[in-house]
């Protein structure tokens, strides 16, 4: 078995989600990213499955594996039981480790949403927190969300919520030692050494084109490439 | 004849929901974007109907979004998910409700694969300990918050202010009910009714009055797609998804839209909002949207609640088309005050979709 087959065999996800493939084409039929992106899950089981350890570096490097919404719709269809969904889990998690993120525009996408999701955890106990959702980042969020971004503290106490507040309630402020906790979690799990590889990979490109980190963030979250789109 | 037949098969997918006695775990981004749904859930069982749910303020998120995200690794997540369930064993509780649907999806998944793999079930236990110095017993039951209102929905219905009604006409309203993905795609015994015919908010659409619709798109995904909507450059993934279901919903008219998922309501709310924007297009009568609610919010109207305690203020898809038909008594001049009734200011107009 070659060596990345061999280390996909070790993901949990993969291990449920990987049966024989029939290539019947279910999950790509049903599947939101397939008629959005150039995306066939359909062929990247049947890739996995033929173990060929070439076609699963390419893989690894493409934007393809970046386009599932992990909806998970394709699981309750798949004839054979599989999970193209968490199969795409166990992919993208390799990619990231490996490093082989950065070879795709997508890929490289993973290094401002893992500054996001960690600094809203490690700070203030949640994935989203709404002093770091910013309707500069979020004009979808409309005009009442500039108008609840413009009075927030007042709008959370008029629907009752404990915001940054002592106690339980909605978004309380979550106390010291359980984001000490959640530190010591992530330290322990490989949730930060994920995040080096992440950040020494990304500031070593950063460099490469002269950009500070940024810029090079703005970058990221912003650019689309042609060729995505189907 | 068929539907039928298959609807007879997935009614089977009943699940057990205790009576009472849970540990009650908050959603991230119902807290951000519908914070007065979990004041309104608390307030509905704890005083409505007399349950005992505890609340602890030590439970943090179950960092489903980063994992779905891709952010952290599996083992991160698990242990986070052990931390919780360590919270519910020493509170003394072993009934589990939460109120994010990622969160319950998560939770399923978590406890099946570790059901699958002990020995994984015993690595998580060792790091949980390890890290945070806490042990824990696996729930004995898990329910997503909806699954409680579904159980108590003809309770509901009996203590009614309103109904899902339109009062002019005295026929019941068309709702589109929308349930998270992952409620029941990944296991569909899980969820009230499967994932092909879902039945805990028709159930409750049903028992309040109403008529469900049902209609093409009805089981696609509202979008959000983690990072297709977190990175900007992604976002057209999620708006095409939401725009693909309102075009499949719009010929049958529908006067509201119901969810389970904190996240859907959001979207399918705002992403309107965008299209009206970007097209001048919108779906609900006279220049209005389509009202989108949280199974919550609707409990709430149903039970006679203000609905500016309920927070549709929040909402930018104005929600007094519905409130009239529905005949709900309530001050506009109220809509947008601040605590004590302080004035904030109001948002400004949209383009396009008339809010009031
Ligand atoms: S639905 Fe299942 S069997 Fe069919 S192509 Fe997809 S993964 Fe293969
Ligand atoms: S989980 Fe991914 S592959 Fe499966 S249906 Fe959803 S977007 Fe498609």
Redesign the interface.
């Known amino acids: 078995m070659g060596k990345l087959y061999e280390k996909l065999m070790q993901d949990y996800r993969f291990k449920e989600g990987m049966k024989a493939c029939i290539n019947c084409g279910t999950c790509t039929a049903i599947c939101p990213a397939a008629e959005f992106y150039k995306y066939d899950p359909r062929s990247i089981v049947d890739m996995v499955q033929s173990r060929d350890e070439e076609a699963i570096e390419k893989l690894l490097k493409s934007e393809t594996i970046w386009y599932c919404g992990e909806c998970m719709s394709c699981v309750t269809r798949c004839p054979r039981k599989n999970a193209p969904g968490l199969i795409v889990m166990a992919l993208r998690s390799l990619s990231i480790d490996e490093g082989y993120f950065i070879h795709s525009e997508k890929g490289r996408q993973q290094y401002v949403i893992n500054k996001e999701m960690y600094s809203n955890i490690l700070n203030y106990g949640y994935c989203v927190y709404p002093r770091t959702f910013k309707y500069e980042d979020h004009p979808e969020y409309g005009t009442t969300g500039q108008w609840i971004e413009q009075n927030l503290d007042e709008i959370h106490k008029r629907v009752g919520s404990n915001l940054d507040g002592d106690g339980p309630g909605i978004l309380r402020k979550i106390p010291d030692e359980d984001l000490m906790q959640l530190r010591n979690i992530f330290e322990q799990t490989g949730a930060f050494k994920r995040m080096d590889t992440l950040k020494r990979l990304s500031k070593e490109r950063a460099d490469s084109l002269g950009l500070t980190e940024e810029e090079y963030s703005e970058q990221i979250f912003n650019t689309i490439s042609e060729g995505h789109f189907n | 004849m068929i539907y039928e037949g298959k609807k007879r098969i997935w009614s089977e997918y009943q699940k057990e929901i205790p009576e009472d006695n849970y540990f009650y775990v908050?959603s991230?981004?119902r807290?951000?974007f519908f914070?007065?749904s979990?004041?309104t859930f608390l307030d509905i069982v704890r005083n409505r109907l007399g349950k005992d749910f505890f609340?602890?303020?030590?439970h943090?998120?179950c960092?489903?979004?980063?994992y779905?995200?891709?952010?952290?690794?599996?083992?991160?997540v698990m242990?986070?998910i052990a931390?919780q369930f360590a919270l519910m064993t020493e509170a003394g509780y072993k009934n589990y409700a939460c109120s994010c649907i990622t969160s319950f999806?998560l939770y399923t998944e978590t406890m099946e694969?570790w059901k699958?793999?002990p020995e994984?079930e015993a690595k998580i236990r060792e790091?949980?300990w390890?890290?945070?110095h806490k042990e824990f017993r696996i729930p004995e039951n898990l329910a997503h918050a909806s699954d409680i209102i579904y159980k108590f929905r003809n309770m509901i219905a009996e203590k009614a202010a309103y109904r899902l009604v339109n009062v002019k006409t005295g026929k019941p309203l068309r709702v589109v009910e929308h349930i998270g993905?992952?409620y029941?795609?990944?296991f569909?015994s899980r969820g009230v009714g499967g994932?092909?015919y879902p039945y805990v908010l028709a159930g409750m659409i049903e028992s309040w009055g109403g008529e469900v619709i049902d209609y093409p798109e009805r089981?696609?995904?509202c979008?959000?797609?983690?990072?297709?909507y977190?990175?900007?450059?992604?976002?057209?993934?999620s708006?095409?998804?939401t725009h693909?279901k309102f075009e499949s919903m719009a010929p049958f008219k529908p006067d509201m839209i119901i969810t389970n998922c904190p996240g859907c309501p959001y979207f399918m709310d705002?992403?309107q909002?965008?299209i009206s924007e970007l097209e001048g297009k919108t779906y609900g009568e006279n220049g209005y949207g389509i009202p989108v609610f949280t199974y919550e919010e609707v409990a709430g109207l149903v039970l006679g609640y203000d609905p500016?305690?309920l927070?549709l203020?929040?909402?930018?898809v104005a929600v007094e088309p519905l409130l009239d038909k529905m005949g709900i008594k309530y001050d506009p001049a109220k809509k947008?005050?601040?605590?004590n009734g302080?004035y904030?200011?109001?948002?400004?107009?949209?383009r396009f979709i008339k809010?009031c």
């Open positions: 908050r991230c981004i807290q951000n914070p007065a979990e004041k609340e602890t303020q030590h943090t998120t960092g489903g979004i980063a779905h995200s891709d952010a952290i690794p599996q083992e991160t242990t986070i931390r999806g694969t699958l793999f994984l790091i949980l390890k890290t945070c993905c992952h029941a795609k990944m569909p994932a092909e089981r696609h995904c979008g959000f797609g983690f990072r297709q977190l990175v900007k450059a992604n976002r057209g993934y708006l095409s998804n693909k705002r992403w909002y965008v500016w305690d927070g203020q929040m909402h930018q947008y005050l601040g605590e302080k904030i200011g109001k948002p400004q107009m949209p809010c």
